[in-house]
């Protein structure tokens, strides 16, 4: 009995010292605010379409004062070409389809290089040749083979015009030396007809 009320106590006096302990303590805490923006996020664009030839792009553009997101589609011509001509080839329009394609001059040169013209104004083979030689100005722009085809007649107009040019200098210094003959025999008869007169005069 004696160590138990002893052993109260002692469990009594711990209790109090924590509790002083406790109120001791001093509990610091910092607290940081976060004046950033909230990050612009960039719009998700889908084509969900195969039959158009849309491809979806989107871009943002944060600073620490504005944001700014957005979203573009952009149209493949390219792409709207091997299509049509697709559908006219499915309909039976093949000239129609090879002349879709002849809009392209990758498609132009090629085939004027594998003799198999693109069609002109309804006509096909060496027709249609003529047709473009003709009227070069309907020609896709970009085309290499009319690049080259127009350099060469550049250079035969050249060349024809420097013959043209040589032609007319032999023809003026033929001229220039037939003047030059006939002045010379017109000086000729003068002097002898000068002389004749004075021999003339001489008997007489």
């Not at 394609?101 to 003799?115: E, N, Q, V």
């Not at 006509?123 to 290499?144: C, R, T, Y």
Request: include cysteine.
């Amino acid at each position: 009995m004696k160590y138990i009320f002893i052993l109260i106590i002692l469990l009594t006096s711990c209790t109090f010292t924590v509790a002083d302990a406790a109120d001791s303590n001093t509990v610091s805490s910092t607290v940081v605010t976060n004046n950033t923006p909230p990050t612009a996020n960039s719009p998700s664009v889908v084509v969900n379409n195969s039959d158009v030839c849309t491809s979806g792009y989107s871009g943002s553009v944060q600073t620490q004062v504005l944001g700014i997101s957005s979203g573009i589609t952009i149209k493949d011509a390219n792409c709207e070409m091997i299509k049509l001509s697709r559908s006219l080839f499915g309909m039976g329009m093949r000239v129609a389809a090879v002349s879709t394609l002849c809009a392209d001059y990758r498609i132009f040169d090629a085939m004027w290089m594998a003799a198999t013209f693109c069609p002109y104004m309804g006509a096909i083979g060496e027709d249609a040749k003529q047709g473009w030689l003709d009227n070069p100005h309907m020609v896709p722009e970009g085309s290499q083979v009319f690049a080259a085809l127009a350099k060469k007649e550049e250079e035969f107009v050249k060349q024809e015009q420097e013959e043209q040019n040589k032609i007319e200098k032999e023809k003026q210094a033929l001229v220039n030396e037939l003047n030059q003959g006939v002045h010379k025999e017109r000086n000729d008869k003068v002097k002898i007809f000068t002389l004749s007169g004075f021999a003339l005069l001489l008997l007489l």
